[in-house]
């Protein structure tokens, strides 16, 4: 069955701050023919060290501009994707499409395509409630973990924080995404929240930004089933199975995924260390990121 999709015209991002990485992009994933993902994949093939960073909603790899440089400064490679719906990935028009199967799905197809052999994983938002599944399909490639604000998708009912952004987000479906970063970040440039509102020239791009509030399961409101026994799965993995070294950066300003929430989350991830409390940081934790990523380092040896 044939899907509409749109494409981000190019030029949209032909002026982003911060961000001189090509783009790279393939259309040939198990299960996704036709259908165009970014990525950005720096550094040398043969590092020793390999960090996949996935941004969550509405943000794209942009997210990551200052803790990629960090990463390479180590010698690390350094993959940075955008979810379908996101960036300058493909933007099917169709709400519905977009699940998490959908989405996690995806990303199991890029890391085969990309042999990434062991990686160091790095999430937040939407990028850790996906991404922290990823072990129960490739248990023996995620060697280390660098988290912050996100949860697990297991259903329990999230706080008042989370309840209030998700009526928001359903008031606002052409949602100002440059805006938001703004509002919760004081110190962003007009040309970087000009970065975020790139891949977005209009609503009817904005399916995926949309549909990821809808898609944290509540338990009690209908919630997927399959979402929360892989949100349970893995918090069991994260606890009893993972062997490797974890770093926590906390934003302690966030209303809906903050220090409550990254204490439990800490609880379900074997031997992880005393978290690095980042004070007056929001939700976008990555955009106070440099410091966060070179602590991580230090603390593994990288650095």
Request: charged share 20%; hydrophobic share 45%.
């Amino acid at each position: 069955m044939e899907i509409e999709v749109l494409r981000t015209p190019e030029e949209r991002f032909a002026s982003l701050p911060d961000w001189p990485y090509a783009p790279a992009y393939v259309d040939d994933l198990a299960g996704y023919e036709n259908l165009r993902v970014h990525f950005v994949d720096l550094g040398p093939r043969n590092a020793a060290q390999t960090f996949l960073c996935l941004h969550g909603q509405p943000s794209w790899a942009f997210l990551y501009r200052k803790m990629i440089p960090v990463f390479l400064e180590s010698g690390a490679r350094v993959v940075a994707p955008d979810f379908l719906g996101f960036g300058r990935s493909d933007k099917p028009v169709d709400d519905a499409l977009y699940t998490v199967a959908f989405h996690r799905n995806m990303l199991l197809a890029l890391i085969r395509r990309l042999d990434l052999g062991q990686f160091t994983l790095v999430v937040q938002d939407w990028g850790g409630l996906i991404g922290l599944t990823l072990p129960i399909d490739v248990p023996h490639q995620v060697a280390r973990l660098l988290i912050m604000n996100t949860a697990f998708p297991t259903g329990a009912k999230p706080g008042p924080g989370f309840m209030a952004w998700r009526d928001y987000a359903r008031r606002n479906p052409d949602l100002d995404v440059g805006a938001l970063f703004a509002r919760g970040n004081p110190s962003l440039t007009p040309a970087e929240a000009a970065g975020y509102d790139a891949p977005f020239p209009d609503q009817r791009f904005k399916a995926g930004v949309r549909r990821f509030p809808e898609l944290v399961p509540v338990r009690g409101e209908g919630a997927d089933e399959q979402v929360m026994a892989l949100g349970l799965a893995a918090e069991a993995w994260w606890s009893k199975d993972f062997d490797g070294p974890s770093f926590m950066g906390i934003g302690m300003a966030d209303p809906v995924l903050g220090p409550d929430v990254m204490e439990r989350v800490r609880s379900k991830i074997k031997d992880c260390p005393e978290p690095m409390r980042l004070e007056g940081v929001g939700h976008f934790v990555q955009e106070h990121g440099a410091p966060l990523a070179r602590a991580a380092l230090q603390a593994w040896g990288d650095l």
